[in-house]
T-cell receptor, first 114, second 114 residues
Framework: NAGVTQTPKFRVLKTGQSMTLLCAQD?????MYWYRQDPGMGLRLIHY???????AKGEVPDGYNVSRLKKQNFLLGLESAAPSQTSVYFC?????????????FGPGTRLLVL | DQQVKQNSPSLSVQEGRISILNCDYT??????FLWYKKYPAEGPTFLIS?????DKNEDGRFTVFLNKSAKHLSLHIVPSQPGDSAVYFC?????????????FGKGTKLSVIP
């Protein structure tokens, strides 16, 4: 039972390059989230999904796209990376709306955009 | 507009003493509060939570107090241990629409000195 896993753990990109971050969960949770954490900024929500095939924007969605084609996976895409997207990215999951409030986080992906 | 505020970026406490971490919020629609703990290079992990219908919740060495009239909550750790050294995030959930999102504070770094 791996919980929430994130791939890759670390990546260096050049400005303008694209990449996809993968989040996978084996807890059968309905909700999934992508956050970014920057020094002194706490955790800010980028996008989230309340079920397979659904996505919605969070607090800081610009420059990112997401997809939830399968319930267990939530992908975060950067089409044209910018230095401002240098951050640590965390995926989180949660059970359905009435089943629990707690979000469970993955170990994070550290992204450096040069 | 920062709706969840952790005004102390850092806190140092002697081992065995009490650690008190504070959190203030501005949105009266918040009805559920959580504390997360984060070690370096790891994802946040859930610590303890409290519903707005309660004023205290205890779990072992950890107690969360909620003062709704003051829009203030605090996390007490007694006795503090070196392993408690981490960044602590306060998070809040809004009732009704948007209840699947959490709003995080910027975190407080706790250092427990042996």
């Amino acid at each position: 039972n791996a919980g929430v896993t994130q791939t890759p753990k670390f990546r260096v990109l050049k400005t303008g390059q694209s990449m996809t971050l993968l989040c996978a969960q084996d807890m059968n949770h309905e909700y999934m989230y992508w956050y970014r954490q920057d020094p002194g900024m706490g955790l800010r929500l980028i996008h989230y999904s309340v079920g397979e095939g659904t996505t919605a924007k969070g607090e800081v969605p610009d420059g990112y796209n997401v997809s939830r084609l399968k319930k267990q996976n939530f992908l975060l895409g950067l089409e044209s990376a910018a230095p401002s997207q240098t951050s640590v990215y965390f995926c989180a999951t949660r059970q359905g709306s009435a089943l629990g409030e707690t979000q469970y986080f993955g170990p994070g992906t550290r992204l450096l955009v040069l | 507009d920062q709706q969840v505020k952790q005004n102390s970026p850092s806190l140092s406490v002697q081992e065995g003493r009490i650690s008190i971490l504070n959190c203030d919020y501005t949105n009266s629609m918040f009805d559920y509060f959580l504390w997360y703990k984060k070690y370096p290079a790891e994802g946040p992990t859930f610590l303890i939570s409290i519903s707005s219908i309660k004023d205290k919740n205890e779990d072992g060495r950890f107690t969360v107090f909620l003062n709704k009239s003051a829009k203030h909550l605090s996390l007490h750790i007694v006795p503090s241990q070196p392993g408690d050294s981490a960044v602590y995030f306060c998070a809040a959930r809004r009732s009704g629409a948007g209840s699947y999102q959490l709003t995080f504070g910027k975190g407080t770094k706790l250092s427990v000195i042996p």
